[in-house]
């Protein structure tokens, strides 16, 4: 069963920068694409930026220029760095396998992890 364990989350002022990791377990890392989901109070779910396995990257216009995901398949962890964060980016923060490197969604199996809160003060 995947397994996934966000951290890295906080209370951070406007215009500030935080780190987010989330280790991944259950499935080969290497050989599945990943992304960074959140969800706001009230909001679906949605995901923010994407990585495949050969490093492309996708960003939602919301954090495009602000946010990079990166991955460290040596660590099996997959990096959200946020800089220039808005009090619209609160949200509780997922990472998660998606469908493929050509299938950019997901998740492709059904767990979740227990998320990571990221709360952006004006």
């Known amino acids: 069963q995947v397994q996934l364990v966000e951290s890295g989350g906080g209370l951070v002022q406007a215009g500030g920068s935080l780190r987010l990791s989330c280790a991944v377990s259950?499935?080969?890392?290497?050989?599945?694409?990943l992304g960074w989901y959140r969800q706001a109070p009230g909001k679906q779910r949605e995901l923010v930026a994407s990585?495949?396995?050969?490093?492309?990257?996708n960003y939602a216009d919301s954090v495009m220029g602000r946010f990079t995901i990166s991955r460290d398949n040596a660590k099996n962890t997959v990096y959200l760095q946020m800089n220039s964060l808005k009090p619209e980016d609160t949200a509780v923060y997922y990472c998660?396998?998606?469908?493929?490197?050509?299938?950019?969604?997901?998740?492709?199996?059904?767990?979740w992890g227990q998320g990571t809160q990221v709360t952006v003060s004006s």
């Open positions: 998660n396998v998606l469908m493929s490197d050509y299938a950019l969604y997901g998740p492709r199996f059904g767990s």
């Open positions: 259950g499935t080969p890392f290497s050989l599945n694409a």
């Open positions: 990585v495949t396995t050969y490093g492309r990257t």
